[in-house]
């Protein structure tokens, strides 16, 4: 399965989720970006104590791993409902943001900084 396919069968595997359970009143953009911020925060919760040296050992140890890849996973699909709900074609959004970046920090200028 390519990589847009793998997307869309996210998008409608969420959207089938949610459907569901008739929540799609309570997903407003608003409350949407809440989700994914307070996602964000129980991501931060998993490496807070950890020093930055061990945090590639702390991210493969199995037992830790899974919960961050259960945070990640809460956190992406948090930002993929936001986005379906605004009708935001994320993947095209993420390229013009990398493109933004590129010229906002030239590798020759910022490399190592």
Do not use: T
């Amino acid at each position: 399965m390519s990589r847009p396919d793998r997307l869309d069968a996210m998008l409608d595997d969420i959207r089938d989720f949610v459907r569901e359970r008739e929540w799609e009143p309570f997903h407003d953009p608003k409350n949407l970006a809440m989700a994914v911020a307070s996602e964000a925060g129980e991501l931060l919760s998993e490496l807070r104590w950890v020093r930055g040296e061990e945090a590639d050992a702390h991210c493969a140890d199995p037992e830790s791993r899974e919960r961050v890849a259960d945070e990640i996973a809460d956190v992406a699909v948090s930002l993929l409902m936001l986005a379906d709900r605004i009708g935001l074609d994320l993947p095209a959004a993420v390229h013009a943001k990398m493109r933004k970046n590129r010229q906002k920090y030239p590798a020759d200028e910022h490399r190592g900084r």
